[in-house]
T-cell receptor
Framework: SQTIHQWPATLVQPVGSPLSLECTVEGTSNPNLYWYRQAAGRGLQLLFYSVGIGQISSEVPQNLSASRPQDRQFILSSKKLLLSDSGFYLC??????????FGQGTRLTVV | RKEVEQDPGPFNVPEGATVAFNCTYSNSASQSFFWYRQDCRKEPKLLMSVYSSGNEDGRFTAQLNRASQYISLLIRDSKLSDSATYLCVVSNTGGFKTIFGAGTRLFVKA
C-alpha cells in the first residue's frame, strides 16, 4: 500500500533562518506531488506541484522553492524565512484522475 | 475570481439536521472533483469523489453540474462527529493541478 511521510511534525524557526521540509512517498511510481500551505483558519493554498523528477510548477511567487531530486521525494525550501511563512505545510501525492493523499503536515512557526 | 469557491461558514446545525454545501469552479475544463473533510489541526482526508451522475455514500450525497460548474454535498441526519471543515477539490484537465476551496466549517450541536 502507498504511504506518505512528511517531517518534521512541528518546527519553530527564527526569522531569516533557512527551511527544508521533506516529503517521501512509498508504494507508487511517478506520482504527482504537491506542497500546500494552510494559514490558521484558512483554506489550502497550492504552492508547488510536480509531475516528474526535476519538474516544478510554482503557483504563488514567494520566497519558497521546491525540488524533486527523486521520483518519490519532494522538498520545500527557503533561504530566509519571513514571519508570514508561518502555517501548516502539507505534502500530498496523487495519480492522474485519482484523489490526493496527504502527509500529516508540518506546523511551522516563524518567530 | 477564485478558481474554487465555497459557501462561507460556519454552519451551525442541530443533530439530525440536513445540511448542504455548495461549491463553484471557474475552469470549465476541470475533470475530477472531490469532497474532503478536515478535522482541526489535521490533514485533509477524502470524503468522497464526485461523479457526473451523482453519487451517494451512506448519509452523504454528492452532485456535479458541469453546465453550471457547480458541486454540492448533502449531509443527512447530521451527527456530532460530522463537525469538521469540508473542502471542495477540483483538478484540471491534465489531472496535475489540484485546487482546494477555502472550506466550509460545520458545527453539529447536541
Amino acid at each position: 500500500s502507498q504511504t506518505i511521510h512528511q517531517w518534521p511534525a512541528t518546527l519553530v524557526q527564527p526569522v531569516g533562518s533557512p527551511l527544508s521540509l521533506e516529503c517521501t512517498v512509498e508504494g507508487t511510481s511517478n506520482p504527482n506531488l504537491y506542497w500546500y500551505r494552510q494559514a490558521a483558519g484558512r483554506g489550502l493554498q497550492l504552492l508547488f506541484y510536480s509531475v516528474g523528477i526535476g519538474q516544478i510548477s510554482s503557483e504563488v511567487p514567494q520566497n519558497l522553492s521546491a525540488s524533486r531530486p527523486q521520483d518519490r521525494q519532494f522538498i520545500l525550501s527557503s533561504k530566509k524565512l519571513l514571519l508570514s511563512d508561518s502555517g501548516f505545510y502539507l505534502c500530498a501525492w496523487r495519480l492522474r484522475g485519482t484523489e490526493a493523499f496527504f502527509g500529516q503536515g508540518t506546523r511551522l512557526t516563524v518567530v | 475570481r477564485k478558481e474554487v469557491e465555497q459557501d462561507p461558514g460556519p454552519f451551525n446545525v442541530p443533530e439530525g439536521a440536513t445540511v448542504a454545501f455548495n461549491c463553484t469552479y471557474s475552469n470549465s475544463a476541470s475533470q475530477s472533483f472531490f469532497w474532503y473533510r478536515q478535522d482541526c489541526r489535521k490533514e485533509p482526508k477524502l470524503l468522497m469523489s464526485v461523479y457526473s451522475s451523482g453519487n451517494e455514500d451512506g448519509r452523504f450525497t454528492a452532485q456535479l453540474n458541469r453546465a453550471s460548474q457547480y458541486i454540492s454535498l448533502l449531509i443527512r441526519d447530521s451527527k456530532l462527529s460530522d463537525s469538521a471543515t469540508y473542502l471542495c477539490v477540483v483538478s484540471n484537465t491534465g489531472g496535475f493541478k489540484t485546487i482546494f476551496g477555502a472550506g466550509t466549517r460545520l458545527f453539529v450541536k447536541a
